[in-house]
């Protein structure tokens, strides 16, 4: 099945400093992945939309200059936390539709979280 | 606005028993339903898909049913095991959009 790759699955960061979040997909092809974030014993809140090639479609509240997305090729999708700050601090997730198929659901990444001290 | 609400937040069985989870939502117009399995601190794992035109999927030891016009699905799961124990989240697709929206999710334990 489609597997998505996520990295790193851990980071510590200091205040004030920016973070790169890599999302994979492994043998097929995402034109659209998506972003998540989920507090501790919520559920999953969207945060964006990623789509390659062109700007991406950020959810209502979310912060653009924040959290830059860029999706530069067909199966690698980043998200740049920009100087983070402790409320930054949570466990993001990103999704890819998975290809066309039998099995036409998405598929997540691992998930990475993210400590701001 | 899509709302996705499950039920019960929390369910805690003895091993071997046979349980359902529940899953809501308050717009019928949807594509297709998906369940997924995620364990603490780790992203989700799909378990089954429902399109908005089946009525159920299985995999193994689980069975995923839907009933559209009420607005409702249930995760059946038999023969539990403490490996089974996760939360449960269930996740709507709106035709015309490829966003999910996830309810809050069970948090399943299976006890020895």
């Known amino acids: 099945g489609a597997v998505v790759s996520q990295h790193p699955s851990r980071v510590i960061c200091k205040s004030g400093t920016s973070v790169k979040i890599e999302c994979r997909s492994l043998?097929?092809?995402?034109?659209?992945m998506f972003w998540y974030r989920q507090f501790p014993k919520q559920s999953l809140m969207l945060m964006a939309t990623?789509?390659?090639?062109?700007?991406?479609?950020?959810e209502q509240g979310v912060e653009k200059d924040k959290f830059l997305i860029n999706h530069a090729s067909l199966t690698l999708s980043t998200l740049t936390v920009t100087s983070a700050h402790p409320e930054d601090s949570s466990f993001y997730i990103c999704s890819a539709r998975d290809p066309p198929g039998a099995y036409y659901g998405y598929t997540f990444g691992s998930g990475t979280r993210l400590t701001v001290v | 606005k899509q709302e996705v609400t499950q039920i019960p937040a929390a369910l805690s069985v003895p091993e071997g028993e046979n349980l359902v989870l529940n899953c809501s939502f308050t717009d019928s117009a949807i594509y297709n339903l998906q369940w997924f399995r995620q364990d603490p601190g780790k992203g989700l794992t799909s378990l089954l898909l429902i399109q908005s035109s089946q009525r159920e999927q299985t995999s193994g030891r689980l069975n995923a049913s839907l009933d559209k016009s009420s607005g409702r699905s249930t995760l059946y799961i038999a023969a539990s095991q403490p490996g089974d124990s996760a939360t449960y989240l269930c996740a709507v697709t709106q035709g015309g959009s490829e966003k999910l929206v996830f309810g809050k999710g069970t948090k399943l334990t299976v006890n020895p």
């Open positions: 990623s789509n390659e090639g062109s700007k991406a479609t950020y």
């Open positions: 043998d097929f092809q995402a034109t659209t």
